[in-house]
């Protein structure tokens, strides 16, 4: 039996963000081809546990450690994880004016890439992705996410994880605020990328699970896993909500 | 009014508060020394003959010197058969001064581009957009480092008229720009846009005055200057809007991007409203490299240092954003991107 390939290893987790804790001991692995999907409540520690992992300055690590590819990562600033690999679709992507999608996107695919970049390439590359996410083309001379409707901007998150080709995904309620059609689409972005990589979705709704088959689905509450199942987790929570998982909740009943 | 017999102006002066004339002067405030005339050279679609109408305020200091200091001047027509037309400016010498005036009768657009190794440039450019013309103006002031600038702009703006004038400032070691446009008719359209690079100890010193002497006119100005090192950027406005001139639509903004401890930027916006029935309204912002902005350009794979360029050329490239003629916008932002690659292999 063939082990699959190990991509991210999460052990004894506590991050601190000014001072406060925010992840309490959370461990878990995600292996090549696996499709983890976290949900909680608002501030149980979700976005912060993918914003540490690619590396953000404001989250300080007090205890635990995390592997990718079986490396620490602690030494790894933002840019050299994104150069090995890893990949991070903002929740709240940033605005940045004057500076043009096209451009953009062939700088990172540019600073990923081990190669120089070859142009014919690189446009077939893009006007596959492109086609594949139902994008117009005018996006390239717009300005990254300036004026982007919220549907938008997941579209270019998801655009530029199919050009970046990630070995880790992490997706930071990347379906908030999509129609169902925008939400089809970000789907199908996932799950092509998904069989090579491993994937860690951040989600509120089970209705991306509708496109999205997850291996694993955790529950984290107050910055712990206090709970994994599998696809069926997801429709259970959708349900009942999270109450029934309070570490409180038995002695209560 | 003689240079010779008017007084220095005033610190307390808006004009002359952040660069005084002695600091723009060529030398010793009392002389007006020996000047190399500026050579000019035009593309295809426009011709440069000698001379141009003298419009001088007899109140004005840099205008008269520049008046005093050259009487070579120059006036540009096109002849509408090329879209752009583009100027060479080139300045030598010890001390430089030239005078382009732009008579526009088509629809055109004219890029200026000054270079040169002068130790001081003077430039006095002036221009009537014709009624009914849509005229549109890039100047880019790529001086040798250690060269300074006094540029005085006087613009007038005719009856349902559309002017748009971009500036790039990338050269120079200490510029006073001193820009002024008056409407004179109505239903004109006239919008400014400068974006600044202020390196080194680069100071540049913009000053726009925007006259809306007449009423149913718009106007904005909009300028973007990134500082770095120990640069120093100095945007004023002056934006009047006199009391028979209603239906005006004026806006000013200021954005100043600071790159390092020691750059510095001033952004003094001000506004003569005495109409009634307008719109007016300004804005001045300073702030350091967005850290958001920063994190996700490096979450992509982008060093520090090519992120922090990214944004640098991003907030300039936006500079000219408000402008809508095609020719112009692509014009000013190719110089730029040219600069700042130029840059990068220093």
Not at chain 1, 49 to 56: C, E, K, Q, R, S
Not at chain 2, 116 to 145: Q, Y
Not at chain 2, 261 to 281: F, N, Q, S, T, Y
């Amino acid at each position: 039996m063939v082990m699959a390939r190990e991509i991210l290893r999460i052990e004894n987790l506590h991050v601190s963000v000014e001072g406060t804790p925010i992840i309490r001991g959370l461990s878990m692995t995600i292996n090549q081809g696996e499709i983890h999907v976290i949900m909680g409540r608002n501030g149980a520690g979700k976005s912060t546990l993918a914003n540490v992992v690619m590396g953000h300055p404001a989250y300080e690590i007090t205890e635990g450690s995390i592997h990718y590819c079986s490396e620490p990562l602690e030494e790894l600033s933002v840019f050299e994880r994104a150069r090995a690999g890893m990949f991070l679709s903002f929740q709240y992507p940033a605005v940045i004016p004057g500076v043009q999608v096209g451009t953009f996107l062939k700088k990172s695919v540019q600073s990923v890439s081990d190669e120089p970049l070859k142009g014919r390439a690189f446009r077939k590359q893009l006007n596959e992705a492109m086609a594949s996410l139902e994008m117009e083309k005018s996006v390239l001379s717009r300005y990254v996410n300036d004026g982007f409707s919220g549907g938008e901007k997941k579209r270019l998150e998801m655009l530029q994880m199919l050009l970046l080709k990630p070995t880790l995904a992490l997706l930071d309620e990347t379906d908030s605020g999509l129609d169902i059609d925008a939400l089809r689409i970000v789907a199908k972005g996932i799950n092509q990328v998904a069989p090579d990589a491993g994937c860690l979705i951040i989600t509120h709704y089970q209705r991306l699970l509708d496109h999205v088959k997850p291996h694993f689905v955790h529950v984290m509450i107050d910055g712990k896993i206090i709970k994994t199942g599998g696809a069926d987790l997801a429709l259970e929570l959708e349900a009942k909500g999270y109450d029934w998982l309070e570490p409180t909740a038995g002695a209560e009943a | 009014m003689k240079y010779a017999k008017m007084a220095v102006p005033s610190r307390a002066d808006h004009l002359w508060r952040y660069t005084p004339w002695p600091r723009i002067h060529p030398s010793s405030v009392e002389l007006v020394p020996e000047a190399t005339p500026t050579r000019w050279s035009v593309s295809e679609g426009g011709s440069l003959e000698d001379g141009a109408p003298r419009l001088i305020s007899e109140e004005e200091i840099a205008r008269i010197f520049l008046s005093e200091l050259g009487r070579d001047a120059v006036t540009l027509t096109v002849d509408g058969t090329q879209p752009v037309v583009h100027i060479q400016a080139v300045a030598s010498g010890h001390v430089s001064v030239g005078h382009l005036h732009i008579e526009a009768q088509h629809d055109v657009t004219v890029l200026i581009h000054l270079s040169g190794e002068a130790d001081w440039c003077g430039l006095h450019m002036t221009g009537a957009i014709r009624s009914n013309t849509r005229v549109s103006v890039g100047f880019v002031n790529e001086l040798s480092k250690n060269g300074k600038l006094l540029r005085c702009d006087d613009w007038t703006v005719e009856r349902d008229a559309t002017f748009e004038h971009a500036s790039l400032s990338v050269g120079g070691f200490r510029c006073k720009n001193d820009l002024r446009t008056r409407f004179n008719g109505p239903g004109a359209t006239f919008k400014q846009a400068i974006s600044v690079h202020g390196k080194e100890q680069r100071h540049i010193d913009h000053h726009v005055e925007i006259h809306h002497d007449v009423g149913h006119t718009n106007s904005s100005l909009t300028i973007h200057a990134a500082c770095d090192d120990a640069s120093h950027s100095v945007s004023t406005g002056l934006l009047t809007i006199a009391q028979t001139s209603n239906h005006c639509d004026a806006g000013q903004v200021f954005k100043n991007l600071l790159l390092s401890e020691k750059a510095r930027a001033e952004a003094i916006p001000e506004l003569e409203v005495l109409a009634d029935e307008v719109a007016a309204a300004h804005g001045a912002a300073s702030s350091p490299v967005d850290l958001d902005q920063l994190h996700y350009l490096m979450s992509r794979g982008l060093a520090p240092d090519e992120a922090t360029s990214l944004i640098v050329e991003g907030f300039m490239h936006d500079g000219f954003s408000s402008l809508s003629s095609p020719a112009l916008i692509h014009e000013m932002r190719t110089r730029l991107t040219v600069h700042l690659e130029c840059e990068l292999k220093r």
